[in-house]
């Protein structure tokens, strides 16, 4: 396992015009920090179960200066989602 294990219910709490003050103390700092997209945070979580294939969520927030404007959650999973159970 490695990255930000995050679950919905913090998520839950993340909402758009957020500072990133506030945003850190709930998620942690961003996994991935692009300099070349300062204003983007990208929050990967990346676990390989048993003898499964490698498996990965991905949030993503963005900001304006220090406020968020936009969450991307379109590859976030949870945890448990991540792990099939085996039959």
Same mark, same amino acid.
């Given at each position: 396992? #490695? +990255? @930000?294990?995050? &679950? #919905?219910?913090?998520? @839950?709490?993340?909402?758009? +015009?957020?500072?990133?003050?506030?945003?850190?103390?709930?998620? +942690? @700092?961003?996994?991935? &920090? $692009?300099?070349?997209?300062? @204003?983007?945070? $990208? =929050?990967? =979580?990346?676990?390989?179960? +048993?003898? #499964?294939?490698?498996? #990965?969520?991905?949030?993503?927030?963005?900001?304006?200066? $220090?406020?968020?404007?936009?969450? $991307?959650?379109?590859?976030? &999973?949870?945890?448990?989602?991540?792990?099939? &159970?085996?039959?």
């Amino acid at each position: 396992m #490695q +990255g @930000n294990q995050i &679950k #919905q219910a913090t998520l @839950n709490k993340i909402h758009i +015009g957020m500072k990133k003050s506030e945003i850190t103390p709930l998620i +942690g @700092n961003p996994t991935l &920090k $692009d300099p070349f997209h300062a @204003n983007r945070w $990208d =929050y990967i =979580y990346r676990i390989v179960p +048993g003898r #499964q294939e490698a498996k #990965q969520s991905r949030l993503t927030l963005f900001f304006k200066g $220090d406020e968020l404007i936009k969450i $991307d959650d379109s590859e976030y &999973k949870e945890l448990e989602s991540l792990i099939e &159970k085996e039959k």
